[in-house]
Structures are given as structure tokens and as C-alpha cells.
């Protein structure tokens, strides 16, 4: 899953492992591993990670979500290998660098990118914050106003849009990547670790910012803490932010909504294999027409035949009708109360 190749004096890391270039455990095994032999070894001078298949790392493997046997190595061990790298290290990324691998790329010392390329930090959206440093690394380099918005919004933003907020070092064609990564080596002072500065930031901005999404938040938690681990990078030490940031992702990942956010993504991707697209409309009008509440209204609708079970009425109860997505949706939301739910 993991390649270590030669070009110019220097180490090409491709991370290798179809279709997205999921940081599993194995790939983070093998990226601890060949970070450490590439570093020990005298005749490279600087170090290049890429992704293989047109895709830098779309970040953690699903799979692997609340396995806690599957926890080590952690991505931050990567990260904090490469922080104390005496080598220069230069993320090359395309395709995609969403969550723990926009993580990875923004512990590095320099980033280039070459487009078709998506860049973001979805994990509000499974209910969780980053876990690998997104919130202290990334307003240390784009700012406080521009941190809050990517990663409380779990929003995606282009290669461009990177580059204008000083994200990305370098643009270029795609099939100049490995090229502009390595010339990027030759401009990335040694002794100068990835960005870890304080931010001067306004002290109101973090106040308002909560209290213009106070209505929209209502209920959640992973968006309020992710402000929280901003603020801590903008105002306190690197090691207060990092160690906040740990406490509030292992906040998350015990929080119910994290369950139901995860729940609902699963049960997303097997109803487009099962073709909701086209009974959605008809679902979304059944549970309107109702007097009832939508899990009384969904359990007309499965026995009638118009939804095939009950994930296909929660989705359309939060993605069409506006049910609170962090409580899972209507079925879900019943089962949960009812105590029958195991996680």
C-alpha cells in the first residue's frame, strides 16, 4: 500500500491503495515506516508523498470508524515523524484531499496541487472534528475566518481557492506534479517546520462566529468544538491546541450523534446501489401527507411498498423534509429512544 521510489536524491512516497487512497491501518503503518527509513537514510535529501490512481488520500477508511483495535498507528504519529524531520517534506496532491488527508498535507512542510483537485475537512458532517491536527495546522496557515468555515462546514473548495488562501504553494498541470513537488524541495528551508505560529487574530471573531450559527448548531456538538480547537490555535500554546483537539475528538467519538450521522452516511451510500433517486418524491410526499409523526408515516410507506426499509425514510426525511441529521433520522430516532439500538 505504500512505495518508496528515488528521483533526484530525493524519497517519493506514493500511497497506494485503490479507490480513494484510505488512510487505513495498514497504510498508516506503512507510511510511519518508510518515513522513518527515509529519513535515517543519508543519501536522500528531502522527502515527496504523493497518492497513486490520481488521488492523494480521500482520508480515513470508514471501515474502520469506532474500531478502537484499529487506532495505531494514529495518523498524528506520521505527522509528528515529519514535524521533526530534518529533511524537507513536500505533499504532491491531485484528485482528492479530504479529512485526514488534507491532515497529512498540512503537516508537511510545503503543499503543490494540480487540478481536477477537491480539498476539505468533512468530518462535521460524520459528526466528529478532525483528529490529526486540521484545527491547529490549518489556521495557522489560512487564518482564523477562513479555518472556521472549511471546517465547520465540512465544505469542499478547489486547488485555486487553496492556492489564493496560501494553502497550496504551487499549482500546476497534472502531469506536472512530481516535478513541481521536487523543484518545491529545493525552496523549503530545512529548519523550518511546518507552521505552527501563533495567529493574530480579532478576539471578537470567534464570539460572533458562534453566535451566527447558534440557530443552525442547535443540538450539535462536533461544530461548537471544532471553534473551540480554532480558538485554542489562534490564542493558545501549539501544545494546548493539540491536546484539546484530542480531548474533543474523543468526545466525538463516543457521542451519540456521531452514531447517527455515521449511520445515516452508511445508509446513503447503499441506497444509491438500491435506486432511492427514484422513489425519494414519492417518500417525501407520503411523509407530509400524514398526520402522524414521520416514523408512523414510514411505517405505512414500507409496508405499502413505496420505500424498501427504513433508511430509505430517514434519508428523505433529512435530506428532503429538514428532520435534524445529527439525530439520525425519524426510524432511527424511534429505535434510539425505544432502547433497541446497539452501538
Same mark, same amino acid.
Given at each position: 500500500m505504500i512505495h518508496i521510489e528515488r528521483f533526484d536524491g530525493a524519497a517519493v512516497i506514493a500511497i497506494d491503495h485503490p479507490p480513494v487512497n484510505a488512510t487505513s491501518q495498514a497504510v498508516r503503518q506503512g507510511l510511519l515506516d518508510a518515513l522513518a527509513s527515509a529519513i535515517a537514510d543519508d543519501t536522500i535529501? *528531502?522527502?515527496?508523498?504523493?497518492?497513486?490512481?490520481?488521488?492523494?488520500?480521500? *482520508?480515513?477508511?470508514?471501515?474502520?470508524?469506532?474500531?478502537?483495535?484499529?487506532?495505531?498507528?494514529?495518523?498524528r504519529d506520521s505527522i509528528a515523524l515529519i514535524e521533526r524531520s530534518p529533511k524537507p517534506v513536500v505533499a504532491a496532491m491531485t484528485g482528492v484531499a479530504l479529512g485526514g488527508g488534507l491532515e497529512l498535507a498540512l503537516g508537511c512542510h510545503a503543499r503543490v496541487g494540480a487540478d481536477p483537485l477537491k480539498l476539505g475537512l468533512p468530518e462535521v458532517t460524520l459528526g466528529v472534528i478532525p483528529g490529526a491536527g486540521g484545527t491547529q495546522r490549518l489556521p495557522r496557515i489560512v487564518g482564523a475566518q477562513a479555518a472556521l468555515d472549511i471546517a465547520t462546514t465540512g465544505r469542499h473548495f478547489s486547488a485555486r481557492e487553496a492556492h489564493a488562501l496560501g494553502l497550496l504553494d504551487a499549482l500546476c498541470e497534472q502531469g506536472r506534479l512530481l516535478e513541481t513537488a521536487l523543484l518545491q524541495l529545493r525552496s523549503v528551508r530545512t529548519n523550518e517546520p511546518a507552521p505552527r505560529s501563533e495567529v493574530t487574530v480579532d478576539p471578537d471573531v470567534f464570539a460572533r462566529y458562534r453566535e451566527s450559527r447558534r440557530a443552525q448548531w442547535e443540538g450539535q456538538l462536533a461544530p461548537w468544538l471544532i471553534v473551540d480547537a480554532i480558538e485554542y490555535a489562534c490564542t493558545r500554546t501549539p501544545e494546548q491546541g493539540f491536546a484539546f483537539e484530542r480531548q474533543a475528538y474523543e468526545r466525538c467519538q463516543t457521542s451519540p450523534q456521531r452514531a447517527a450521522l455515521a449511520y445515516l452516511f452508511a445508509a446513503r451510500r447503499r441506497a444509491g446501489k438500491d435506486g432511492l433517486e427514484a422513489r425519494a418524491q414519492a417518500i417525501a410526499d407520503g411523509l407530509c401527507e400524514h398526520s402522524g409523526s414521520f416514523a408512523d408515516a414510514g411505517d405505512g410507506l414500507i409496508a405499502s411498498g413505496v420505500a424498501l426499509n427504513a433508511e430509505e425514510i430517514d434519508i428523505v426525511a433529512v435530506d428532503r423534509l429538514g428532520f435534524a441529521a445529527h439525530l439520525g433520522g425519524p426510524m432511527y430516532r424511534r429505535t434510539l429512544l425505544r432502547g433497541e439500538l446497539v452501538h
Open positions: 535529501g *528531502g522527502i515527496v508523498i504523493i497518492g497513486r490512481h490520481d488521488r492523494f488520500s480521500a *482520508g480515513g477508511d470508514v471501515r474502520e470508524l469506532g474500531n478502537t483495535a484499529l487506532n495505531r498507528p494514529s495518523l
